[in-house]
């Protein structure tokens, strides 16, 4: 056997063109399917960090029935249990606490009707982008429990800038009693999100809990995981352990089916596409061993014509198909490694639109994994041999005579 | 203009004893809470009945509503349409922060939410806040007496700005006052910047029992092209005993 | 003549010819199908997203869009309506009247916004009917009908049968209120607007908000989605109205547009890469079967064939291949899209969006799938026959002879 193996492993630098360009080809191949597996896992991130970066939060908690009313009264149960138990949790990497409510903004020339939200600015930079957003003033600097940040649409219906005054309205909880606070604009957001840009408004989360009368409580918990999947796991304890106390906790893809769905389907094109390159790779694969070894089919023919027995002839062909998915292997990992590396540190601009906005003007950064570069060289390898059977079974079954014939 | 001209001379000489050193141009700080006071309590009762008329003007269309209202305290607010027909006898009916509304047409009575009850009032320019004034200049402004530019004649300029920390949207206010008896001329409402957002006129004075009042506000936005809303005093009384009748759901939805 | 030893070799040398054919046949093939499926993908989230609601192109009155208002109406949506109606692409369009208002249920009430719609336009359009969870859709006729969001029918304690009281604000300034009966609950699948949708039939709403024969926005789908941008302009062309505006949904959803976007352009990166590998994989049985070839090339010469005439050759060798795997790909890369276009794949899990049930995604048979990998495979094989032509034609016999 292992004269087989050296045999092969000769053969295969002893036309050092043939092997490279051979190699090079199966190599190209494992190195998209390593690109690919790592933009694939890229992309899957981006999208999710589209969908709750700039603002939602991978998940939220609050108390039942919030979501679908929006109650002022409908604050999260128990908060400082399941506060304590979000800091404790193995899995949750940042949370913030919000309150808010319908309310109505004025300024000297017009009123508006807004979202009112109640941030911790500390905690919130790790769930939103409003921060990053701001294009005038600024984020919550210093702190002046009149501070408010709004959007840029809303500034623009208002006629108002950064240092002027508004006047917010909101309707406490349980008494329904209005409360009226003036407030001085500290930082305009623009997220290119007409909703958001027209219709929100950010406070201090003290200063919203004593308009709304809400004491210590809030109306959302929006948190992000250490790992961006977690999310979308339907199954995870997380959401289960969290739904007590009257409260649900729940992933983006329940706040956002819409983009769940768009998700769903992207997902299922993906990998689609991915097969599909497996079958370009395996055709290429297929070709490059087929053409490699047909065009020696001569040279096969004289090793049986010198009395090689067939089963050996076969061995030698899948030794050599496994020493060229070596070469291809060291090849297409170098490759691969390199290309990920590069673009995972720079990105990928695949957006070539302008963006004044937040949420989509992240580059495309692909994933490197260790597994892919076990998985893939695997396969191909494994592939590659298999291939070969086909090849070293006509070779042991050939005719040397006819063989050497028609080679030439 | 004898008028004008005897108060002034009054003021010149009051403020003269007060205060020799600035009293050339400015009465005195009392003077000037005297005057103030007067401004808030123009309108003020401890409860009112008025038929009013409100033109409400925008680009887009003119109407005229004849309403009756009683007033009591600060709380308590009763108002009913009577014209035009087509909403003759719809009421609206608050309670501190409870607001209801009642439509004969569907003859059912609405609980307004908070929310809803901060927009504008019945598409006219004025606000909740101007309806039920949360506000006194006396307490919550600073105000100084200013002489601008053009002065006009018999008139007192007063500048108010509002208390840091105060929910009130404006930079500043310049409300001009006959001087002879401080009935206000008019009140102009600046931004931040300074820039007028708001004029409000007050015009022919009328006595509505035994009170000397402008009868007529108009309120003109000035960001807004085309805007006017005005009202008019037809009757008023003021500080009468209204009973308990007049503010609740029945009488709401009884369309009188 | 070389044209014709080409088309000799290429029948004699069979093996080698099906090799190297099967690379780009089976490479053009893949690519048209990948192609395909990738714009069938696109289009398909997209008419997800946009069939559910906003339609693909929507007509308002100008500035309504930026600063909406009760005042900004189209004024004559039946002849707005018939000049669409006119246009072949255009599938169908539904009239829709905004506004803001109090709704009331017993003693609940909330703000809401009052969505007047054309109910069987409506249906044909976004299937609205289909969204209904509760109760049932409008008749055609207006027959003081109301159907209300879910979030809005929860926080209202309403159920069908119940009377609903709504107040608003008329365009002649006067109080718009009146009675309707809730028929149904809508689910749109976006819990923002099913918190504050209330709608009624266009002419109740009409009539209601003292509108007559106005409203707010029309919204337009097309047979075809890759139709919009020329439809959008053809739409611009014959209003002829400078008091109207025109939008793709790519401007009126501009986020989800430039979400879509983003998604698509990393489909494209795979594309490129499935499109390189094909090239990569043309590439290497060119030139493998160009140097096991030497020797032939070699013999050529020795017979006073001319280097340029032995460059052709090649040239014409590979092109042959080429065209004819295109060709034949071509045919069943179509073949494969058309049957999934109308068979379509069916999803690994199937689900609900919208009240409409997705089991199965489709391809699309374009032209770009066709052209693009045409382009590749055509590219590839010429530039990649190139370097081996020249060798070849600059081949020495003996040496070459000597080799093997």
Known sequence: MWIFIKLAWRNIFRNKRRTVIAGTAIGIGLASLIFVDALVIGMEQNMVKSATASYLGEGQIHRKGYRQTQEVELTVNKLDTVAAELKNSDIVQHFTLRAMSFAMITSPANVNSINLVGINPGTEKYLSQIDEAITQGTYFTGDDPRDIVIGSKLAEILEAGVGDRVVVTVAQAGSGELSQEMFRISGIFHFNIKEMDRGMAFVRLPKIQEMLALGNNVHEIALKFKDIKYGREKSLPFWSKFSRFGNEAVGWPVILPQLDAAFKLSEFSILLTGLILFGVVALGIVNTLFMSIHERMFEFGVLRAVGTRPLNVAALIIFEAGALAVISIFIGDIIGFVVTYITSVIGIDYTGIEFVGVTFRELLYPVLKWDQFILYPISVFLFTLVVGIYPAAYAAKMNPANAMRKSI | MQFLKLSAKAVFLFLLFAFPLFAQTHPSDEDIHKIVERIDELYRANSSYSVMEMDIVTPHWERTLKMKIWTEGKKKTFIRITEPAKEQGVGTLRIGNEMWNYLPKTNKVIKVPPSMMMSSWMGSDFNNDDLVKEFTMVDDYTYQLITPPNPGPGLLYIRFIPKEGLPIVWGKIIISARAEDYIPVQENYYDDKGKLMRVMNFKDIKVFDGRKIPSVLELIPQTEEGHKTVLRYIEAKFNLDIGNDVFTLRHLRASD | ?404
Request: charged share 20%; no cysteine.
């Open chain 3, 1 to 404: 003549m070389m044209l014709k030893i080409a088309f000799r070799n290429i029948f004699r040398q069979k093996r080698r010819t099906i090799l190297t054919a099967l690379t780009m046949f089976g490479g053009f093939t893949l690519a048209t199908f990948s192609i395909g499926w990738s714009d069938g993908t696109y289009n398909f989230i997209i008419n997800m997203f946009t069939r559910n609601q906003l339609g693909h192109i929507q007509i308002h009155a100008k500035g309504y869009l930026d600063r909406p208002s009760i005042y900004k109406t189209i004024n004559d949506y039946r002849l707005v309506g018939r000049q669409l109606d006119s246009l072949r692409q255009v599938e169908a369009w539904a009239p829709r009247l905004y506004s803001a208002g109090l709704v009331s249920v017993g003693d609940k009430s909330a703000g809401a916004q009052i969505i007047g719609i054309d109910p069987e336009r409506e249906a044909a359009t976004v299937n609205f009917n289909k969204k209904i969870v509760q109760g049932t859709y409008f008749q055609e006729a207006p027959a003081h009908e109301a159907i209300v969001g879910k979030g809005l029918a929860t926080l209202l304690k309403a159920s069908p049968g119940d009377t609903i009281v709504v107040v608003s604000q008329a365009a002649d300034g006067s109080i718009a209120n009146d009675l309707y009966t809730i028929i149904g609950i809508s689910e749109s699948g976006d819990d923002i607007s099913d918190r504050m949708s209330f709608y009624l039939n266009l002419e109740d709403a009409q009539d209601l908000l003292a509108l007559p024969g106005k409203v707010h926005e029309i919204a337009v789908v097309a047979y075809k989605l890759n139709e919009v941008p020329a439809l959008t302009r053809e739409i611009i062309k014959k209003l002829d109205n400078p008091n109207l505006e025109v939008d793709p949904w790519q401007d009126f959803a501009k986020s989800f547009y430039q979400a879509m976007k983003a998604d698509q352009q990393g489909m494209w990166i795979m594309l490129f890469v499935i499109i390189l590998i094909v090239a990569v994989g043309v590439l290497n049985t060119v030139l493998m079967s160009v140097l096991e070839r030497r020797r032939e090339y070699g013999l050529l010469k020795a017979m006073g064939t001319k280097p340029r005439q032995i460059f052709a050759l090649v040239i014409y060798e590979v092109n042959i291949l080429a065209i004819a795997s295109i060709i034949i790909g071509a045919g069943l890369g179509s073949l494969i899209n058309y049957i999934f276009s109308r068979q379509g794949i069916t999803l690994p899990q199937a689900f609900t969006y919208g009240g409409i049930e997705f089991t199965k995604m489709f391809t699309e048979v374009t032209a770009q799938s066709l052209y693009i990998p045409a382009i590749t495979v055509i590219l590839a094989a010429t530039f990649i026959s190139i370097f081996p032509a020249l060798r070849a034609a600059r081949i020495e016999p003996a040496k070459s002879m000597r080799m093997h």
